[in-house]
């Protein structure tokens, strides 16, 4: 591990989607051990930024490293040599969907020992025990050999946490890990999030959970049209923001809450 540089570093980041931009220049930095949740209303970009960090959307400019994996797109494509940086960088970066995007033909042990046997090539028996251990984290190690479709919502999305853990990553990007599920399933995925935090994991989180957001970050990033409208510590963010646009937001959240 590289202690003198960010775990995660984007820089002058632009993504348009036809004639549309989504992100108008944006820049962060995530060192080892932060939590930072990226908020705001719908279509700010929140999730097109984290998905850029791995390169499953590709920005039009801009640059991002993972430690010292570094990649330059240029006009939304990437070069041959980009290719195979993009893929080192998804190895380093555990990624969880919001819709849990586990294998329906796979257990869910067989799902989290994928990734690290066969793109890692690490040893079986190996892999096996971590993710055994990992299911343990999660709560999870008694359904090992159970089916995606034979769990709830929060187990599959808890699954998908010890997949992602599975990699070694060096950062954890989530994307409303809980926007798909009944609000009975929140608080277990949430825990979950709330112990890897505690165990000094760096993590990236999109989210719509604004008391998550304000206990448990150690930064807040408000978006607002592709652009960070606020960016500090959540007591400065929830508690006395400059960005007119972020206090309303927050506001309109909390009426509603």
């Known amino acids: 591990m590289t202690n003198n540089l960010p775990a995660v570093s984007v820089k002058g980041l632009h993504k348009s989607f036809g004639s549309h931009e989504v992100l108008k220049g944006i820049d962060l930095a995530a060192h080892d051990g932060d939590v930072i949740s990226l908020i705001g209303a ?10 850029c960090i791995p390169m499953l959307e590709i920005p039009n400019s801009g640059s991002i490293s993972v430690g010292e994996a570094h990649i330059t797109p240029r006009d939304g494509k990437l070069s041959r040599a980009d290719e195979r940086t993009a893929r080192a960088i998804r190895r380093d970066l555990g990624f969880v969907f919001q819709n849990f995007n586990l294998w329906p033909h796979r257990t869910v042990l067989q799902n989290v020992v994928e990734a690290p046997m066969i793109v890692q090539r690490r040893n079986k028996a190996e892999c096996r025990d971590e993710a055994m251990a990992l299911l ?5 190690s008694d359904k090992a050999d159970a089916w995606p479709n034979q769990l709830s919502g929060g187990q599959q999305q808890r699954v998908a946490i010890a997949r992602a853990l599975a990699q070694k990553p060096r950062a954890l990007l989530f ?8 609000p009975e399933l929140v608080g277990e995925v949430l825990k ?4 890897l935090a505690d165990e000094g994991r760096t993590m990236i989180i999109v989210t719509h959970e604004m008391g998550f957001a304000r206990e ?15 960016d500090g510590t959540p007591e400065q963010v929830f508690g006395n923001a400059h960005s007119e646009r972020c206090r309303a937001f927050l506001s309109g959240y909390f009426d509603r809450a």
């Open 42 to 51: 719908s279509g700010s970009g929140k999730s097109t930024l984290l998905r």
């Open 136 to 140: 343990e984290k999660v709560g999870l």
């Open 175 to 182: 994307d409303e890990p809980t926007s798909a599920l009944d």
């Open 192 to 195: 979950v999030m709330r112990d």
């Open 216 to 230: 448990v970050s150690s930064r807040t990033i408000f978006l607002h049209q592709g652009l960070v409208e606020e």
